[in-house]
């Protein structure tokens, strides 16, 4: 299978630079994976959309407002930090840039220099190992320092950090918002409630590999990034709960598939668990535990729209995501939604 069987033409003026002022109007495009038929609606029809007893699945990982701007202890050169991953209390995976300006034992000062860092190792795709020292609690800090890492398709700066995360984001850790999430309300959850949909939560924090194109021609040739995950016991039972009445599965976003596919790849009954996954899933892959999926509208030739493809099959979803074009939704982050049913 080809990276090129998985391109659409997307007009540049359909990216969406910035969120809608009310979450829950964004346009909702309704896809039925077994006829291709398609409906055009709003988001805030979802809940028309969901059935009582079916689960509905979210991610609630919270965004770190992870882009640091700094300088080098001495010269005062500039220098940009991104965190990745936290190795431990104080140590974390960046990618700085400059790049040569991190040798192991470069320092560096950010704000007032209520936060430094010292360069320990180059490790993995050249990436540093970082010791941060500050004084208080280090996420206080970076919520004070930082800015929210937002995909380089997005060009406008942000003026609310809370945009880029979702009303139910919990816990810290995530260099990119689960952004099918984004379009939820409080009062939309509690509608949605209301009609008997039992709600469960996943944690997948969510790398810069989300972002990362795939470069081989042949997609079994892709390797993927990996992504740390978190089922609790009552979204475990609460999945197992509703497979066993008839429910629907419905996974917000593919973070959760990502979860809820990685823990149920046996086909059995899910059980809590923690740990890393590198799933990847494309077309020919079966899917154990969701039965539909609220997404965004994903980039060309990209691991997400490929995924979309395993669910609802590739010609339907291209020819969904042309109908998109033509009708002018808005694309990738901020962008519009779709729900495969």
């Known amino acids: 299978m080809k990276r090129t069987d998985f391109y659409y033409d997307l007009p540049e ?26 409906w055009h609606k709003h988001f805030y029809d979802i ?32 220098i940009e930090f991104l965190l990745l991953h936290k190795h431990t209390l104080d140590t974390w995976e960046v990618i700085l840039k400059p790049g040569r ?3 192991p034992g470069a320092k560096f000062i950010f704000g007032n220099g209520e936060l430094k860092a010292e360069v320990l190792e180059i490790i993995n795709d050249g990436n540093r190992l970082v010791k941060f020292t500050y004084d208080g609690v280090f996420e206080e800090v970076l919520d004070r320092l930082g800015e929210m890492p937002l995909p380089h398709y997005i060009t406008k700066k942000l003026e609310d950090k809370d945009r880029y995360q979702t009303v139910y984001a919990k816990n810290p850790g995530s260099a990119a918002a689960p952004t099918a999430g984004l379009h939820f309300t409080p009062e939309l959850l509690e509608k949605i409630k ?3 949909v039992n709600i469960g939560y996943v944690t997948l924090h969510v790398g810069l590999g989300t972002f990362r194109p795939v470069k ?19 979204t475990a039972d609460l999945v197992n709960k509703t497979k066993r009445n008839g429910g629907r599965v ?30 990847f899933i494309y077309p020919g892959k079966e899917f154990h535990v969701i039965d539909a999926l609220i997404t965004n509208f994903h980039l060309p030739e990209s691991t997400l729209i490929m995924l979309v493809s395993a669910l609802a099959g590739r010609e339907n979803v291209l020819r969904a995501y042309n109908e998109a074009v033509k009708e002018k939704y808005r694309f990738f982050s901020f962008g519009d939604a779709m729900f495969i049913r």
Not at 14 to 30: G, H, K, N
Not at 219 to 224: A, Q, V
């Open 194 to 196: 209301a009609k008997g």
């Open 47 to 78: 809940a028309d959309e969901l059935k009582e007893g079916d689960a509905l699945i979210l991610n609630d990982t919270k965004v770190l407002p992870a882009r640091l701007y700094g300088q080098k202890e001495g010269t005062g050169g500039a």
């Open 250 to 279: 419905v996974s917000v976003g593919t973070t959760a598939t990502r979860v809820l596919e990685t823990v149920g790849a046996d086909g059995g009954a899910l059980k809590e668990q923690t740990g890393w996954t590198d799933i």
């Open 101 to 103: 300006k991190a040798k």
């Open 13 to 38: 003026e359909l990216i969406a630079q910035e969120p809608l002022a009310d979450r829950s109007s964004s346009r909702l495009m309704v896809l039925d994976k077994n006829t291709g038929d398609i």
């Open 216 to 234: 081989a021609d042949d997609i079994l040739d892709h390797k993927m990034h990996s992504e740390f995950y978190i089922l609790p016991r009552e």
